[in-house]
Antibody, heavy 121, light 108 residues
Framework: EVQLVESGGGLIQPGGSLRLSCAAS????????MSWVRQAPGKGLEWISV???????YYADSVKGRFTISRDNSKNTLYLQMNSLRAEDTAVYYC???????????????WGQGTLVTVSS | EIVLTQSPGTLSLSPGERATLSCRAS???????LAWYQQKPGQAPRLLIY???SRATGIPDRFSGSGSGTDFTLTISRLEPEDFAVYYC?????????FGQGTKLEIK
C-alpha cells in the first residue's frame, strides 16, 4: 500500500528556515517523480516543486531561490528545505507522487496527509 | 501559465441528484492533460480523474470526466452522501501545473 507521511511543520518567524520531510512506503521515491503542493488556509492548491527520478528539480516562481527539494534514497524520504520564509508561505504542505507526461509536467496520484507551516512573528 | 476557472463556485444538490462541474482553461490544454481531485475537510486531495476522462484506481463509476481543448466537465451521476466535498481541476499540459479555484459541492 502506498503511503506518504509528512512531518516538520510548525510555527516559524519570518526570515526563518524549516525542513519538511515526507516518508514514503509501498514504492520507491527515487524511481518516481515527487512533488510538493501547498494550500494556504481556506485557499486552493499550488504546485511548488518537483524532483524527477533522474534528479532534476524544478520550482514555482513563488519559491525559486528560497526552497530546495531533495531526497534520501536510503531512507526513501523526500525533503523540502524552506529558507527566507514569508507570511505568504503559511500553508499546509503536501508531498505527492507525480505521474509525469512526456512534457515533464504531471498529475498527483498519491498524497500525504499534509503538514502545516505557519510563518508569523 | 494556464489559468483554470471552475464554475459554479458552490453547487447545492441533494443525494441522488446529478452533479455537473465545469472547468474552463485560459488556453487549450494539450492532449487533454486535465485531472480532477476531491478534497474533504481536513483531508488531502484525492485523485479522481486524469487524462480528462480516465478514472483513477478505486474511483466509483458514478464519477466521469469529459471535455477537450479549453472546456472540461466532471459529472457525478447520482450523488452519494460521501460525495459532498470540494472539487479541483488541474492541468498538466504545460508548465507549471495549475489548479482551478475549486467548486464546493454542498448538501441542499
Amino acid at each position: 500500500e502506498v503511503q506518504l507521511v509528512e512531518s516538520g511543520g510548525g510555527l516559524i518567524q519570518p526570515g526563518g528556515s524549516l525542513r519538511l520531510s515526507c516518508a514514503a512506503s509501498g514504492f520507491t521515491v527515487s524511481s518516481n517523480y515527487m512533488s510538493w503542493v501547498r494550500q494556504a488556509p481556506g485557499k486552493g492548491l499550488e504546485w511548488i516543486s518537483v524532483i524527477y527520478s533522474g534528479g532534476s528539480t524544478y520550482y514555482a516562481d513563488s519559491v525559486k531561490g528560497r526552497f530546495t527539494i531533495s531526497r534520501d534514497n536510503s531512507k526513501n524520504t523526500l525533503y523540502l528545505q524552506m529558507n527566507s520564509l514569508r507570511a505568504e508561505d503559511t500553508a499546509v504542505y503536501y508531498c505527492a507522487r507525480t505521474t509525469v507526461t512526456t512534457g515533464g509536467v504531471g498529475y498527483f496520484d498519491y498524497w500525504g496527509q499534509g503538514t502545516l507551516v505557519t510563518v508569523s512573528s | 501559465e494556464i489559468v483554470l476557472t471552475q464554475s459554479p463556485g458552490t453547487l447545492s444538490l441533494s443525494p441522488g441528484e446529478r452533479a455537473t462541474l465545469s472547468c474552463r482553461a485560459s488556453q487549450s490544454v494539450s492532449s487533454s492533460y486535465l485531472a480532477w481531485y476531491q478534497q474533504k475537510p481536513g483531508q488531502a486531495p484525492r485523485l479522481l480523474i486524469y487524462g480528462a476522462s480516465s478514472r483513477a484506481t478505486g474511483i466509483p463509476d458514478r464519477f466521469s470526466g469529459s471535455g477537450s481543448g479549453t472546456d472540461f466537465t466532471l459529472t457525478i451521476s447520482r450523488l452519494e452522501p460521501e460525495d459532498f466535498a470540494v472539487y479541483y481541476c488541474q492541468q498538466y499540459g504545460s508548465s507549471p501545473e495549475t489548479f482551478g479555484q475549486g467548486t464546493k459541492l454542498e448538501i441542499k
